[in-house]
């Protein structure tokens, strides 16, 4: 998947593009709006995410060029009135994240803007591990995997989240939603259960004061 960043604050637009390139991502960031217009077109993207002040040529403006293109659009702007939001989906957007935001919320919102376009892979395969999100169904080696409904959840945030430390109460909170009570123990013994039926005792690592990171090479 190519994605094209958008930003003119350049130490939010590295971090973008680190991580969306540990996730599988290929990303090329601009930051300012001319040069934004001259990739847009020469060259089709999947994805942009785009900020609305920008040097040159604003997001607004950008919007015009980029809408007969059919390619989804993210906003990511500090601009996060009501009217800002609404001005940004009627100009075309696909989404609209206000700054700062958390890199799990982006992480999400790209699959979700993704998915919708039909954009997205139908599986993940991570060595002998294969998950089909449509059918629900993993298999590691060929044979069927029996996850509860936890697990699962659990995976997909790892996997949709890969190479990027999760925080366990950012874990607990998306997976377990109106059950959260804290409880950090509900986690780790649910990590352990991941680990023992996908042999992924090196790749889902506990971090420090953190939480976990699923370790996946590129």
Not at 114 to 128: F, M, N, P, Q
Request: proline share 3%; hydrophobic share 45%.
């Amino acid at each position: 998947m190519k994605i094209l960043i958008v930003e003119d604050e350049k130490a939010i637009a590295n971090l973008i593009d680190m991580n969306l390139t540990a996730c599988g991502y290929q990303c090329i960031t601009v930051n300012d709006g001319l040069a934004a217009a001259d990739l847009i077109e020469q060259s089709a993207f999947d994805l942009i995410l785009l900020d609305i002040m920008l040097p040159g040529a604003n997001g607004f403006e950008l919007m015009e060029q980029i809408r007969p293109t059919g390619t989804p659009v993210i906003f990511i702007t500090a601009r996060g009135s009501v009217n800002d939001r609404v001005q940004g989906l009627r100009a075309g957007a696909d989404d609209y994240l206000v700054k700062p935001f958390e890199i799990v919320e982006l992480i999400a919102r790209v699959e979700s803007v993704l998915r919708r376009a039909g954009k997205t892979e139908e599986r993940y395969v991570i060595d002998d591990v294969v998950i089909e999100p449509k059918s629900m169904l993993v298999t590691r080696g060929g044979v069927p995997i029996t996850l509860t409904h936890k697990e699962y959840e659990l995976l997909l945030l790892f996997v949709r989240n890969r190479n990027i430390a999760l925080f366990r109460d950012t874990i607990y909170e998306r997976v377990w939603e109106n059950e959260y009570t804290g409880d950090s123990r509900t986690v780790d013994l649910h990590v352990q259960r991941l680990r023992k039926k996908l042999g992924w005792q090196d790749k889902l690592v506990a971090i420090y004061k953190v939480g976990y990171r699923l370790e996946v090479s590129p």
